[in-house]
């Protein structure tokens, strides 16, 4: 069903049917690459809407979910040895799915969407989305070994390199790492350790792109603004491409 460009707007959460009216007469509203008409009709399920150069989500139906995963939760939509699941913890009114993983023994920021084309941005390695750990590790590491991550540290199935790495805090018997990386391989990070010679003893996801929230208690989940569903489809890179699967599973 086909409705007029100014109230997809308006019912995304981004503006007012009047200030939704004047993006588009300043020209900051594009459909499908060509600049938006007042008056104009789309299909939300298939056009592509872009306000200032950045998607708009404007299908029906779409969710948008950050969970603060606590340890031993599975990140996946079901688990067929019954154990508790990042989906039961988001009371979504329609199907969802996690964007990516955590393993169950690691802790933090997981998106939970039905939007197949931003799971696939976020999770895809060509897009370089970053994500963000803090890593405990009960010992002493050496700098020399954080700057090693960065450098690359090759692992069974490939070279592994962290885009960034620091100290964030270190005392004797105990050392906290905060790493950015761009891949999301089985258990990349805590292997990245163990090949340097370190046990991680607890590995927290901080943020995902620029997405944080430090209030988000573990266990409990919110709505994402749709400035945030934005700012994810900004650093996942807005340009169309005409090749993007629209996953429906979750899987990439």
Known sequence: MTQRIHKAIAASGLASLRNA????????????????????????????????????????????????????????????????TVVD?????????????????SEGLIILTNDGTLTHRLTHPRFDVEKTYTVLVLADVAPEDVARLTAGVELDDGLAVARSARLVDQRPGKTLVEVVMMEGRNREVRRMFATLGYDVERLVRTAIGGL??????????????IEEVRGLYEVAGAAWQDDDPTPTNGQT
Do not use: C
């Not at 988001?90 to 969802?96: C, D, E, I, K, W």
């Not at 944080?212 to 603004?225: E, K």
């Open 89 to 105: 913890l988001v009371a979504a009114p329609s199907r969802v799915w996690p964007v990516g993983r955590l393993d169950a023994d």
């Open 212 to 225: 944080r929230d430090q209030q988000l208690r573990p266990g409990t989940a919110r709505l994402l603004t």
């Open 21 to 84: 009216e004047r993006m588009i007469r300043e020209g900051r509203v594009a459909v499908n690459g060509e600049d938006a008409v007042i008056g104009q009709r789309i299909d939300p399920v298939q056009d592509r809407v872009e306000v200032d150069g950045v998607v708009l989500p404007v299908a029906p139906g779409l969710s948008y979910y950050l969970l603060n995963k606590p340890r031993d939760v599975v990140s996946t939509a079901a688990d067929t040895h019954g154990r508790k």
